[in-house]
């Protein structure tokens, strides 16, 4: 990045982007001359700019006055819309302009996005984030990058200030291959571990003497210590988290790059099982280890059977 202050679009505020604004807004310093926001939501649009940021009216304000424009949305629908929908960014970015997509987004689409704007002579790059919200607000979320070395090493200085661990994981869509494939397995992790603790309680065992000795064995995990201890284990699933719909739209995300590439995917499928069978349950807004509700009542109900 060059040393003379840029002008920084952000398009999504969610649970997320947010906290991911904010901490843009407070770190970039000497980086950034503007931050110009645009949400649905006039809420969090209404909290950044008491705190210096710009609301923009709409899409094309937000692209013609930008030198590099972030995307937090819940998907690659969201995304496309906003990028190369009717009045979308790439009708009114300036050429040189920079789009980072740090939404989880199709590596399919990606692609093809990233193709669109180099016709457009627009940069490029997906980068999505993982880790936990509570990881955005302090600004030690971890991002998969996929673009060329020039625009990773042009973005890196402005993704720091949002995150701890920046990777550059290859061409574009190699990002979000990273971040697909990260929440796979977490989310067959998770199951294993609702399994494991359904067992145990159903067994006498006490669920906390349970993860506590997984943690010191071989089983200890990222997942473990916080989707376990801090959700299962306390029964608390809320409503403002990574919900189970966006876990299952992740998951669908994985299951076609598992088509794309024909490989097979028994236990992302089993997954994907109960996922639709908690989402039927009506969890589906729920944080999403609340698939530990539809592991117990399965077993409940089969203890039930005569």
């Not at 990002?175 to 397995?185: R, Y």
Request: hydrophobic fraction near 45%; glycine fraction near 8%; aromatic fraction near 6%.
């Amino acid at each position: 990045m060059s040393s003379s202050k840029c002008s920084i679009g952000f398009v999504g505020l969610g649970v997320m982007g947010e906290p991911m604004c904010r901490n843009l807004l407070s770190n970039a310093g000497p980086l950034m001359g503007s931050l110009t926001v645009l949400d649905t939501n006039p809420a969090p649009v209404a909290a950044l700019v008491s705190e210096g940021a710009v609301s923009a009216p709409d899409i094309p304000t937000l692209a013609a006055s930008c030198d590099f424009i972030f995307l937090s949305l819940p998907g690659g629908a969201e995304v496309e819309a906003v990028i190369s929908g009717n009045d979308g960014l790439l009708q009114h970015a300036r050429a040189g302009t920079t789009m980072v997509d740090l939404s989880t987004s199709p590596v399919a689409l990606t692609r093809e996005l990233a193709a669109q704007a180099q016709q457009h002579s627009i940069n490029y790059a997906d980068a999505p984030v993982a880790r936990t919200r509570a990881a955005a607000v302090n600004g030690t979320l971890a991002i998969m990058v996929g673009g060329s070395k020039t625009v990773f090493d042009t973005i890196q200085p402005l993704l720091t200030c949002m995150a701890s661990d920046i990777l550059h994981c290859g061409d574009v869509g190699s990002g979000q291959m990273v971040k697909i494939l990260n929440n796979m397995v977490l989310f067959q992790t998770v199951l294993g571990l609702s399994e494991a603790l359904t067992m145990a309680k159903r067994a006498g065992l006490d669920g906390n003497l349970l993860f506590d000795a997984l943690a010191q064995g071989s089983a200890n995990s990222f997942a473990l210590n916080n989707h376990g201890k801090k959700a299962m284990l306390a029964d608390d699933y809320p409503l403002n988290a990574f919900s189970t719909r966006y876990a299952m739209k992740d998951l669908d995300y994985a299951l076609q790059l598992a088509e794309d590439t024909a490989t097979p995917t028994s236990g992302a499928e089993t997954v994907k099982q109960i996922f639709q069978q908690t989402i039927d349950a009506g969890y589906a807004d729920e944080y999403w280890p609340v698939m530990m509700k539809t592991i117990n009542e399965q077993s409940s109900n089969t203890d039930k059977k005569p």
